[in-house]
Nanobody, 130 residues
């Protein structure tokens, strides 16, 4: 059974940091792209960052470039999202999701195609206070 378990959310002051984790099981890690998505109240779900389990290539949304860093530990089957310099507008439920890697689809396009993901975790809430 495919499972993605997001954890690490919490409440942090603006300018602070959090690290989210996504533990993956039930599929071959290096055949998938793992992504982080978020949904703020009243807004559409949006892509944040994703990474290829095959070669480690990653892509970030412009809104988080330079502040968030995605990484993976393939042996532990875990993807991390290190979030620094957090802003109140980063407040959202953060989800990890997976899709089969397709060389015809650039990673930045994966971030734009929310409903194209094959598997989703339950999400973890990040609240950034001002």
């Amino acid at each position: 059974e495919v499972q993605l378990q997001a954890s690490g959310g919490g409440v942090v002051q603006a300018g602070g940091s959090l690290r989210l984790s996504c533990a993956v099981s039930g599929f071959t890690f290096d055949e998938y792209v793992i992504g982080w998505f978020r949904q703020a109240p009243g807004k559409e779900r949006e892509g944040v960052s994703c990474i290829s389990g095959n070669d480690g290539i990653n892509s970030n949304a412009d809104s988080v470039e330079g502040r968030f860093t995605i990484s993976s530990d393939n042996a532990k089957r875990t993807v991390y999202l290190q979030m620094n310099s957090l802003k109140p507008e980063d407040t959202a439920v953060y989800y990890c999701a997976a899709v089969r890697w397709n060389p015809a689809v650039p990673l930045d396009m994966i971030l734009l195609w929310v409903r194209g993901m094959d598997y989703w975790g339950k999400g973890t809430l990040v609240t950034v206070s001002s």
